[in-house]
């Protein structure tokens, strides 16, 4: 049993006393609740992971709506902290849109043409992130999950609106 006072000591069962910061005893204490709540064998974890490749893998080669899909995986099952989240995700689509280039190019659905619009709105994106780096940074980790799993409900109704009613 850990208790953490105001004045910043972790008193623990055996009665020794140890000084720390509140920050690392919060995030510490959240990550283990959060992680205790939901503990996942390594085969489940396994198999939710080749799941999510392979639909993962046609989505986005048919559509490009793996998005959802990964969100959903890497909060849910793997249960990442929002940075690592962030981190992994943007890592993922890097080298799996770089494996893409190649093959949209030689299909003819991704011309020389297409560059410019890319670039320009590549720019506005880097802006987005710098702006949003803060904002999630001063985010609890329960609010961060929350308002992502609320983008990615919002994104699966849209993409079976437009699905349904092109």
Known sequence: NIKVSNNHHISLSNKATAT???TSVHTNATTSKRRATSKLNRRTKLF???VVGLVGGAATMLT?????????YLLSVVQLSPTAYIGTRAMFFCFLNMGKLPMRFLAGTLGWSMIPLAAFLGMFSVAGVFGA???????????????????????GLRLCWMGLFP
């Open 48 to 50: 939710w992971a080749a």
């Open 64 to 72: 490009n709506a793996m998005g959802p899909i990964l969100n959903v």
């Open 133 to 155: 780096k803060p904002i999630m940074l001063s985010m609890s980790e329960s609010n961060f999950v929350k308002l992502e799993l609320a983008v990615v409900a919002f994104s």
């Open 20 to 22: 720390t910061t509140s």
